[in-house]
């Protein structure tokens, strides 16, 4: 009978052990396998080019933040160079926000990125809309503008966006301007568990009749299933 019950543990043991020399890798794979969280911020115009500006020109456009800090140091959005404009942080009536300045007679579009990694784990979004592009008003927008915004009538809320008064057409072709930011956040893959990743999109054609302040709607969306889906939808 002892040895019947000795054979029994013995099998026990057998059996956990085997057990956990075939999990242990793969727990050890899940605890490894992780990618970093991620910020990026993409800037860029269309229509530019057909425009003439002063000596100086400046197109002002939100900041990003989160949770009311910026989420790019100020030496991170200072003084970098995308072709013929460099960002500057310049003070408005809404407080900081990022200068993309020209000195070159000949405009050009403006294509700028900005790109920030946190650790596995470091970056977690509890709302989304704290994630912001700054300024920002929360309300929704659902007002008519006296331009037709390149997205729908409703928004999450209203940044704003300036444009040079002195920002003139070269002709009377000149198309509308077209201003495009866009806000990635990605909370990464942590011990095998994949984050979120939210998406906050300003996309607004502005004609030349419209400059000086300029509010422009703020969209929200989320990836899921392979597609972009709207916060709310």
């Known amino acids: 009978m002892e040895s019947k019950n000795i054979t029994k543990i013995l099998l026990v043991v057998a059996v956990v052990t085997a057990a956990f020399?075939?999990?242990?890798?793969l727990f050890g794979a899940a605890w490894i396998n992780s990618i970093p969280g991620v910020y990026e911020y993409k800037i860029s115009t269309e229509g530019i080019s057909q425009y003439q500006g002063g000596?100086?020109?400046d197109i002002i456009v939100p900041m990003p933040m989160r949770d009311g800090s910026l989420v790019f140091s100020e030496e991170e959005l200072q003084n970098q160079q995308f072709g013929n404009w460099k960002s500057v942080i310049v003070v408005t009536p809404h407080g900081k926000m990022l200068a993309f300045q020209s000195t070159d007679g000949d405009l050009t579009d403006i294509d700028a990125d900005f790109f920030k990694?946190?650790?596995p784990g470091e970056l977690a979004v509890t709302d989304i809309?704290?994630?912001?592009?700054s300024p920002l008003i929360r309300e929704n927008s659902?007002?008519?503008?006296e331009w037709n915004s390149g997205t729908e009538n409703r928004s999450e809320y209203v940044s704003i966006i300036f444009l040079p008064e002195d920002l003139v057409p070269l002709n009377a072709n000149a198309t509308d301007i077209v201003v495009n930011l866009e806000l990635t956040i990605s909370e990464g893959l942590n011990h095998s568990i994949?984050?979120?990743t939210f998406r906050v999109t300003i996309l607004e054609r502005?004609?030349?009749?419209?400059r000086g302040e300029i509010p422009v709607n703020a969209h929200?969306?989320?990836h899921l299933d392979g597609n972009w889906v709207p916060l709310n939808g």
């Open 21 to 25: 020399v075939v999990l242990l890798p």
């Open 55 to 57: 000596l100086i020109t």
């Open 117 to 119: 990694k946190f650790d």
């Open 129 to 133: 809309r704290d994630e912001s592009l």
């Open 142 to 145: 659902d007002e008519s503008k």
């Open 194 to 196: 994949l984050g979120d």
């Open 206 to 210: 502005i004609p030349p009749e419209i």
């Open 220 to 222: 929200i969306t989320q």
